[in-house]
């Protein structure tokens, strides 16, 4: 019992919601998942005050270093929700890492941010899996991040995740080049899907949808909703730079995130110049068309929110579609042939016939 004149017992940070042992298991269990993505430049061990990198050592000779950073969105609500953790790594990874390779860079390095309401180890160690098969994927090592267990500011186990990657490029091979001109062909190249993009218009059709995240997806046979919808994205680098070491008739990529279509590819292109497009073209996902339907989503809609199956847009040289076709397919890819730059003020992106929604 306390007495008049007691003071109180004394607080924990434990006790006010942060646990300091729990954040210690955590990078234990993170450790081998970190030192997986060495590469030439850094040794991927993480623990001390910053992580280093040496450009020397990673070949460049006169490199301009390219920074990008983003999150997954609202993408995250459905991976809290079903309890599937794998995966929202990837995505993170490859939101950053496909930014730099449109600028021709090779990413060498990654960090994240990793914030959450309550810290349980295990589920973080899941987000690190994830965040590690992304950055091997592309190439980046893993030499840093912060877990920030912050009560009061998020609910529970609710967490939200931010990605910080550097590249670098030779100078002469920054991209887009300066020779992007009218008569350039355009291609797309495939998406896996939703990518990370138009989350919350998703989560809302399926709200109307009246679906669990355990149902059956409609568009996905073998798969629930929640793993359908988190299909990572694709993460574009390695066929990228290989296509790029191939030939020089690629001029410009454009990365398709948020804003779809007409936000993305004219920041590519100089002033003054335009893409048609053939809506036909686009290789629709059964995702897509599922949206479209369930949410009475416009064409237009579609287009400015989500990539609608290419998640990365090519511009190649007038003449050159062989040669560029061929240096895409010898990296992997399966290039579609969309249409062309044009001369063009006001609306930059124009679309001729329909989605095959």
């Not at 030439?40 to 990673?58: M, N, P, Q, S, T």
């Not at 899941?126 to 998020?154: D, R, S």
Request: aromatic share 6%; with cysteine; glycine share 14%.
């Amino acid at each position: 019992m306390t007495k008049p004149g007691d003071k109180p017992a004394g607080l924990t940070y434990a006790q006010a919601g942060v646990d300091i042992d729990a954040g210690a298991r955590m990078v234990e269990l993170i450790k081998p998942l970190v030192r997986a993505t060495r590469r030439r430049g850094a040794d991927a061990e993480i623990g001390g005050f910053g992580g280093l990198f040496d450009l020397k050592a990673a070949g460049f000779s006169d490199p301009i270093l390219v920074a990008a950073n983003d999150g997954v969105g609202t993408k995250v609500k459905i991976a809290i929700e079903s309890g599937i953790h794998d995966t929202v790594g990837i995505d993170l990874v490859a939101m950053c890492v496909n930014d730099l390779v449109v600028q021709g860079a090779e990413p060498l390095f990654f960090l994240d941010y990793y914030a959450t309401g309550h810290l349980e180890p295990e589920t973080g160690a899941q987000i690190v899996k994830g965040i590690a098969a992304g950055c091997l994927e592309a190439g980046a090592a893993l030499i840093g991040g912060e877990t920030a267990e912050m009560p009061g500011v998020y609910s529970g186990g609710d967490y939200d995740l931010a990605g910080f990657a550097v590249g670098a490029a030779e100078r002469g091979d920054l991209l887009p080049r300066a020779n992007v001109s009218a008569g350039d062909l355009v291609f797309g190249l495939r998406s896996s899907g939703v990518h990370s993009n138009g989350y919350s218009l998703v989560r809302k059709i399926v709200e109307r949808a009246g679906l669990k995240w355990d149902a059956p997806a409609p568009f996905a046979d073998g798969k629930t909703l929640a793993q359908a919808l988190l299909e990572p994205t694709r993460i574009y680098v390695k066929p990228m730079l290989q296509a790029l070491r191939q030939t020089t008739a690629i001029k410009a990529l454009a990365h398709i995130t948020g804003g779809g279509y007409p936000e993305n590819v004219p920041r590519v292109l100089p002033e003054g110049l335009g893409v048609r497009i053939d809506l036909g073209a686009i290789p629709v996902l059964p995702v897509f068309r599922w949206l479209a339907e369930q949410g009475n989503v416009a064409e237009r809609e579609m287009l400015r929110t989500f990539n609608c199956g290419l998640g990365m847009i090519v511009v190649g040289a007038a003449g050159k579609a062989r040669e560029i076709e061929d240096a895409l397919r010898a990296s992997g890819e399966d290039p579609v042939l969309l249409g062309e730059v044009i001369p063009a003020q006001g609306e930059r992106v124009i679309y001729e016939g329909k989605l095959a929604l």
